[in-house]
């Protein structure tokens, strides 16, 4: 039996041995032109491991449909061209569907270009309730010219009514603790994500675990945006984590923006660890903004900041706001950018903070962000 699917040009399909219905390499490997044939080989045949053996490849929309997948290069890089394959192009796309299945994808460039009449947004990614999504050395170029509202990175979403019956069965998206927060993690490895899109967007507040190791996020929007949660978590529920080290982040919008309203009313708390990080943000832009807290006068601990050397630049100011929180009433409270340097805080522990970088190239303003 097969260990490996082996996606390689098609020409050279026409030199692969032909055994059981299927083109086999010299080492065994079931040979495919194309990634989508590449899934339904593995799925076949019951292998976890897809390597691309091609430096590019085009493909319509995919799912992963089995769990501990993975896709890696094996010509130092491949770039994945997605193509909507919607004739019109103008509904909602969802390019690379993983659902609740961990996956890991090495040395991999994805590629995707929005139609210019799309205007329903999309996503380059969809996520479920997932233990562990992961790139390694992987990029991100989401090319955005017409500048949709929308659209995103990564998509993840957790509400068992938004997903289709078949999804849910497994019980893996409908947790059997109802007060518990679905878990969904993604780390990243040696990454440069890109775009006129926000990073990551839940429906719904879950337990969202994102480690990001050396890299680069020059978007348009936040890195995250999301609704609270559909139930009030417990005291003891995983809070949203986000773990990030060496990475540049051109963010205008921010880091995160909660907002409560409708069924996901209840706010979840944010706990960021941040190392020798730069965060570029637009002048007067909140870096976390939580919007429709029930009452300001309710002390609650929504968010905790730890770190070291991190960098906070764009258009800086102390005064700049670090931490907006607005209730129902429209009351605000804002935390400013010199909080930061505060002992006094107790949701603060940021050790040498600056607000400073010397680049050794400045960035031209006119630049496109894909």
């Known amino acids: 039996p097969p260990q490996t699917v ?33 899934i339904d080989l593995a799925t076949r045949f019951g292998v976890n491991r897809v390597e691309l053996a091609t430096p590019q490849l085009v493909t319509g929309p995919l799912k992963i449909p089995q769990d501990n997948m993975v896709f890696e ?10 193509v909507s394959t919607d004739t019109l192009a103008i509904g909602r796309s969802e390019m690379l569907n993983i659902g609740n299945n961990r996956t890991q994808f090495i040395n991999l460039d994805f590629h995707w270009e929005l139609a210019q009449e799309q205007v329903d947004g999309g996503a380059m990614f969809v996520i479920n309730d ?11 170029t989401l090319v955005n010219k017409a500048i949709h509202d929308g659209v995103v990175f990564f998509h993840i979403v957790t509400d068992p009514l938004s997903l289709p019956e078949s999804e849910t069965v497994s019980g893996r998206i409908l947790n059997s603790n109802e007060n518990a927060l679905p878990l969904v993690a993604i780390q990243l490895d040696n990454a440069i994500v890109r775009g006129e899109a926000t ?3 839940m429906d719904y507040a879950a337990a969202l675990q994102l480690v990001w190791n050396n890299g680069l996020l020059a978007i348009s929007g936040r890195m ?41 009313i209840f706010p979840v708390p944010i706990e960021r660890q941040a190392d020798r990080c ?3 943000v637009d002048e007067g832009q909140p870096h976390i903004e939580i919007v429709g807290v029930e009452s300001l006068a309710t002390e609650r601990p929504y968010v905790k900041l730890r770190g070291e050397d991190n ?60």
């Open 73 to 82: 290069s094996t010509v130092d890089r491949t770039t994945i061209r997605m």
């Open 130 to 140: 997932n233990r562990l999504t992961r790139f390694q050395n992987c990029s991100f």
């Open 278 to 280: 730069v965060f570029l």
């Open 6 to 38: 082996r996606v390689v040009a098609p020409g050279l399909l026409a030199f692969a041995r032909r055994v059981d219905e299927v083109d086999r390499d010299t080492d065994g490997a079931v040979l495919a032109a194309t990634l989508e044939n590449a």
């Open 199 to 201: 990073l990551i967007q």
């Open 311 to 370: 960098a906070y630049v764009g258009a800086p100011t102390l005064s700049d706001p670090m931490l907006y929180v607005s209730d129902l009433q429209g009351n605000t409270s804002v935390n400013i950018m010199d909080d930061l340097r505060s002992e006094s805080l107790a949701w603060i522990d940021e050790r040498r903070p600056s607000w400073s970088v010397r680049w050794s190239k400045l960035r031209s303003r006119s630049q496109i962000y894909h």
């Open 224 to 264: 995250i945006d999301t609704f609270g949660a559909r139930r009030r978590p417990t005291l003891v529920a995983s809070p949203i984590q986000l773990s990030l080290s060496n990475v540049t982040a051109e963010i205008p919008l921010g880091l995160l923006r909660m907002r409560l309203g409708g069924q996901g």
